[in-house]
């Protein structure tokens, strides 16, 4: 594969760790991450895909860091998936954007005063990336089809990847301490009663592929607001890893939002073949083999909550520390324009005032949080709006919609009430008697694992899925994107 030319953003291959951090006359990190490497090794064969370790996947692989041409495609074996070390481009200009040292030149090492808060944050967001590998491993089995089976394994070799990436940063700035936090990200698992994942949303079953799309498209969009915010990071080995790790990661919300795009399309069409208008006759549609929308909604609804639930408290003084610190910065910081220090401004925050849902302008500073939220929700739109194109187009009068920020917490202002997808507060009475119309139920679950029936034949689809518009690399539909070794 390629060697490092200077100055060209290659990635070079001669080490056993591909990299362009120049890790070959880094012999003590080196040293590190090859000691890490084989328990990684393991964790992958015992928590990555399973039943598929020997199959050779069409992958893509980052031969680059140039955005035009950063990715290569080829046959792989998972375990043998070149993971690496991976930073955008240094820019020898950057400087502290925002927060109390604004100005200041950006950080090639670890400031002495926040030490603690940045590998929390590092080990925060590492935490994330293996738990969405061991929250998918099962789902190989029956995927729908080898296009949908080979992005599967590609999220997740790149999710290894993003692993890679905080951990670098843990040996690399660290010392034992980061290497004992770098242990720790092999140990724990997600939905482990004893040793848990971080955050709730990734104990979270993904039992199914519907809710592997809708994790894609909300969850690992989470994921984006996050490597955004850490992207502006005054820390600049984190901003240049960050920045990386969103080119790999748009591809994560195109499996998301074209898979529960063609959910949707191949519903309308078999709804339309049949005659049926109305969405809500449900047991009509589920006999016709392909998921309703209600149900889709309540997967959109569940997933959402969740998601919002990984921004943490709307008003968050430990936001607020991170930011003041220039160590975690808001969506699309340097394009924002106010002080960059937040000094005397505020933001409207909604909150459970008595027993009323309200806007309340509260210090920007400790509003973070609930911005970035805010910035997430207008992400998330755009893909709704395009499914409801979709359904639009099929001429059904049916509509997809965001629940209110208020529906289903577990985290913030609204974790102690219940309210309807419309943001109305409900008793528990009402709650639980409207449950399974807002959520999906247990009844749900099962229709939907019963049409989780693996379809592996080249360029076949099942029948309760579409397939795409275009091939992964442009190839031909009946592309074998996975040969499965059956053995
Ligand atoms: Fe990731
Ligand atoms: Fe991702």
Redesign the pocket.
């Known amino acids: 594969m390629t060697a490092t030319q200077p100055g060209s953003g290659a990635v070079d291959y001669s080490t056993k760790i591909p990299n362009n951090v120049n890790l070959a006359s880094d012999g003590r990190v080196l040293k590190a991450l090859e000691q890490w490497h084989p328990g990684y090794i393991d964790w992958w064969m015992a928590m990555g895909p399973e039943g598929f370790q020997t199959s050779d996947v069409y992958l893509r692989t980052a031969v680059s860091i140039d955005p035009k041409g950063w990715a290569k495609f080829d046959y792989v074996k998972m375990p043998e998936y070149r993971w690496g070390i991976l930073l955008a481009p240094a820019d020898e200009s950057r400087r502290v954007n925002f927060g109390a040292h604004k100005g200041e030149k950006a950080w090639q090492e670890v400031p002495g005063e926040y030490r603690a808060m940045l590998r929390r944050l590092i080990v925060i967001q590492g935490d ?2 293996p738990a ?1 590998v061991e929250q998918q491993r099962h789902l190989g089995k029956t995927a729908p089809s080898l296009y949908d089976m080979r992005n599967l394994f590609q999220v997740n070799v ?2 290894g990847r ?1 692993l890679w990436a905080m951990v670098y940063l843990l040996h690399k700035y660290f010392g034992k301490d980061g290497r004992e936090e770098a242990e720790g990200l092999l140990q724990r698992r997600s939905g482990d009663a004893d040793r848990p994942r971080m955050l709730g949303a990734f104990n979270e079953a993904t039992p199914d592929w519907l809710s592997f799309f809708m994790f894609t498209y909300f969850t ?1 969009r989470d ?1 984006k607001m996050q490597l955004e915010s850490l992207a502006q990071s005054g820390f600049d080995p984190l901003s240049r890893t960050c920045r990386f ?1 969103l080119t790999e ?1 748009a591809h ?1 919300m195109f499996v998301g939002e074209t898979g529960v795009g063609r959910v949707i399309e191949r519903t309308c069409a078999a709804m339309r073949a049949a005659g049926i208008e109305d969405p809500y006759d449900i047991a009509r549609v589920r006999a016709l083999g392909v998921i309703d929308l209600p149900t889709i909604q309540k997967k959109a609804n569940l997933h959402y909550a969740l998601s919002l639930d990984l921004f943490g408290s709307e008003v968050s003084t430990n936001a607020a520390n991170f930011y003041s610190a220039g160590l975690k910065g808001r969506f699309n910081e340097t394009r924002i324009e106010d002080d960059h220090q937040l000094t005397g401004a505020t933001y409207p925050v909604l909150k459970l005032v008595g027993s009323e849902i309200r806007r309340v302008e509260e210090p920007a500073l400790t509003a973070i949080n609930m911005r970035l939220r805010d910035d997430y929700t207008r992400d998330c739109q755009g893909g709704v709006n395009r499914w409801n194109k979709i359904i639009e187009k099929a001429g059904i009068k049916f509509e997809i919609r965001l629940p209110h920020v208020a529906f289903n917490r577990a985290i913030g202002e609204f974790r102690s009430i219940k309210a309807s997808p419309e943001g109305e507060i409900v008793s528990e009475a009402e709650w639980a008697r409207n449950r399974d119309r807002w959520l999906p139920s247990e009844d749900d679950g099962a229709f939907i694992a019963d049409l989780m029936r693996p379809c592996w034949e080249r360029g076949q689809y099942a029948p309760w899925i579409a397939p795409p518009k275009i091939g992964i690399d442009n190839k031909p539909g009946d592309f074998e994107y996975v040969k499965i070794h059956r053995g």
């Open positions: 994330t990336e969405s790149e999710e993003h690992d994921g790790m990661e994560h």
